[in-house]
């Protein structure tokens, strides 16, 4: 014979008091009020036929009875909990689509096509959340993601949004007139990775700048690019980075020889779920952004 389950949404309401510890939290929780979650856990104190909580000038108290039902009703919780993590918590017909990316690639590269993206996509909202931290895909709902680095992301599909190219750009007029850039000995380098890729640089053209004055060393692409551009010393910044300030004359590519580099951009996306249709579309509008971007300012 089977048992008689209680109302589930007893359960739940009791599973959420247990947790705070304090009804108008765990109504909060649910969406319900107060009251509502009191009526529900009396209902399971009568269903069961005994008391669950105890009434104390802190707050709620589990009785024993309560400590062991919670104690047997966590772990399908949890189960619950896990089952529906790999659902989206957003329509299937959603018009949103989530990215997350660099703040300086969305600077440089998202935020001045926002018009083309909105004329490509009328309709479609685009969230971008700018973080340098490891997101979770999955829970933060995020469709793809832009990062920067060499794809050793475990549990993840990265493909290359673009080759990884260093460009070498200064200020224009910053190394004087042409030839462009002859004599880089009193030039102050603007440092970003620690693997040094000034010395690399040297090595392949055969023109020093490692021993050159002061560098500035930097993490954030964002602040390189502004410095550069203000004339505070020559870079090696990523071609999508430089790509609009080549264009536009703010800065100047003062050498032919542009650096190979293992670490690039990528589109990113979660193990196991195909892109929607959607997001499909938008991954191939961010490929052919930057591809025509590298085109117009001549650093392909």
């Known amino acids: 014979m089977k048992t008689r389950l209680p109302p589930l949404n ?12 304090n009804l108008s939290r765990a109504a909060e929780d649910l969406g319900v009020t107060q009251s509502a979650i009191s009526k529900q856990v009396i209902a399971l104190e009568d269903f069961i036929g005994a008391r669950l909580f105890e009434r104390m000038p802190g707050g709620l108290e589990l009785t024993e009875e309560g400590k062991s039902l919670r104690w047997s009703i966590d772990p399908a919780f949890e189960l619950l909990d896990s089952a529906f993590v790999h659902y989206s918590r957003r329509s299937p017909r959603s018009n949103h689509c989530r990215v997350s990316t660099l703040a300086s690639f969305a600077a440089t590269v998202l935020a001045p096509r926002m018009q083309n993206f909105r004329e490509t996509f009328p309709g479609t909202e685009l969230d971008v959340l700018t973080s340098d931290r490891l997101i979770d895909l999955e829970r933060e709902e995020i469709d793809f993601s832009i990062r920067y680095g060499t794809s050793d992301w475990d549990d993840l599909v990265s493909i290359p949004l673009t080759p990884g190219r260093l460009i070498p750009v200064c200020k224009p007029g910053l190394l004087g007139d042409a030839p462009v850039g002859d004599d880089l000995s009193g030039c102050r380098r603007i440092q970003m990775f620690s693997s040094d890729e000034w010395r690399v640089w040297s090595q392949e053209t055969g023109r020093e700048v490692w021993d050159s004055t002061d560098a500035f060393f930097l993490e954030d692409f964002l602040v390189a690019l502004r410095m550069t551009e203000e004339g505070q010393g020559i870079a090696l910044l990523p071609q999508p980075i430089v790509g609009d ?3 536009s004359g703010r800065l100047q590519v003062f050498s032919e020889t542009a650096l190979d580099w293992p670490q690039t951009y990528h589109i990113v996306h979660r193990q196991g ?4 249709k959607q997001t499909q579309e938008i991954i191939d509008w961010f490929v052919a952004q930057v591809a025509t971007l590298a ?3 001549g650093t392909s």
């Not at 359960?11 to 008091?17: E, N, T």
């Not at 779920?273 to 929607?276: A, H, K």
């Open 10 to 21: 007893a359960v739940r309401a009791f599973h959420a008091a247990a947790r705070h510890l």
């Open 273 to 276: 779920g195909r892109p929607t």
């Open 245 to 247: 300030a080549v264009a």
């Open 295 to 297: 085109a117009d300012s």
